[in-house]
């Protein structure tokens, strides 16, 4: 008897059940109902332990995961998140952190329930610091009859930081290319400092150095 109520008019019961799903469907507010998104968001290193420095960081966009209302999320855009790795408490010997969705910063009334990959591959190493003289860079030639007699770069010196593995022993900064082609006058120019490769960084002091170049007649 219970299988006759049941198949009884079946297809008339599918029926009422298919309309009855699409008008709750239809009456629930989007407020009421969630979804997901995922949304590829550029990840962050921050709080590198003062006597340390970052030399590798193999993932740099993570893919995260986020909760809200259907109301809410279409609005959620990739700019809205920010994916954060503390490496307050990072060591030169460890080289995998994890990533899940308690480092991602979202707005209110949305939630990260998952980031992928699910840890990153960081590596840190002590850092150097090391004052490097600058050098001048001097291109051309001065006009016939004429000579330089002297030139003069200001700073002369500059601290400049970087891991240690990138420190070379006969490492020196130089000046951008200081022309003095057809040149029979004292003078000056400001240009940049150039570092000998770009895993370092110049510490103090200005980027730029003043050149006075000195110029007589032979």
């Known amino acids: 008897m219970l299988k006759d109520l049941i198949t009884r008019n079946w297809s008339l019961k599918l029926l009422s059940f298919v309309l009855a799903a699409l008008l709750w469907i239809t009456l629930i507010p989007e407020e009421k109902t969630f979804g997901e998104r995922t949304l590829s968001v550029p990840l962050e290193t921050r709080n590198i332990p003062p006597n340390m420095e970052l030399v590798e ?41 994890a990533l899940d969705a308690s480092m991602i910063v979202v707005p209110p009334n949305v939630k990260a ?13 002590p850092a150097s610091e090391i004052e490097m003289a600058v050098g001048v860079a001097i291109q051309g030639q001065v006009k016939d009859g004429y000579r330089i007699e002297s030139y003069e770069v200001a700073p002369s010196k500059v601290k400049v930081r970087g891991p240690a593995s990138k420190f070379r022993p006969r490492d020196s900064l130089r000046t951008g290319p200081v022309i003095v082609d057809g040149l029979s006058e004292p003078f000056e120019v400001e240009t940049d400092i150039l570092l000998p490769r770009p895993d370092l960084r110049i510490l103090s002091g200005p980027a730029r150095a003043r050149v006075r170049v000195t110029i007589v007649k032979q």
């Open 113 to 125: 329930v998952r980031v992928y990959p699910t840890k990153a591959h960081i590596k840190l190493e």
């Open 57 to 97: 960081k193999a993932v740099s966009i993570v893919d995260v995961t986020v909760q809200a209302t259907n109301r809410l999320l279409g609005q959620v855009t990739a700019n809205d998140l920010t994916a954060v790795l503390d490496l307050k408490n990072a060591a030169a010997a460890q080289e995998d952190y």
